[in-house]
């Protein structure tokens, strides 16, 4: 059973920075993409970054170019996948999830049909 556990978020003023880690286990990710959701109060829930674990391609929302990055790390038996943000603003407040999708051809990243969800960390930007 796949497990995905996010830490990292917090409240932070406008213009700053958070890091959001997600640790992912209970199988191998050599074929899968991870990426990262969000969700604000009353929105759908929104792509935000996605990487494929093999190659490390890289797929950002329109919303967050140039100002978050996606990157992935594996070691004992557990994947990590980390969202950097920078230069936030109000409009980043939202619960962030981490998800996994499986079995994915290696290279792709998908912005959709994710298999596996973390219970999300919220991210609150005060301007």
């Known amino acids: 059973q796949v497990q995905l556990v996010e830490s990292g978020g917090g409240l932070v003023q406008a213009g700053g920075s958070l890091r959001l880690s997600c640790a992912a286990s209970g199988r191998a990710f050599s074929n899968s993409a991870m990426g990262w959701f969000r969700q604000a109060p009353g929105k759908e829930r929104e792509f935000v970054a996605g990487i494929a674990w093999s190659g490390g391609r890289t797929y950002y929302g329109d919303s967050v170019k140039g100002r978050f990055t996606i990157s992935r790390d594996y070691a004992k038996n557990t994947a990590y996948l980390y969202l950097q943000m920078n230069s936030l603003k109000s409009e980043d407040t939202a619960v962030y999830y981490c998800?996994?999708?499986?079995?994915?051809?290696?290279?792709?990243?998908?912005?959709?049909?994710?298999?596996?969800w973390g219970q999300g960390t919220q991210v609150t930007v005060s301007s």
């Open positions: 998800a996994a999708r499986t079995a994915y051809p290696p290279g792709g990243v998908p912005i959709s049909g994710y298999d596996y």
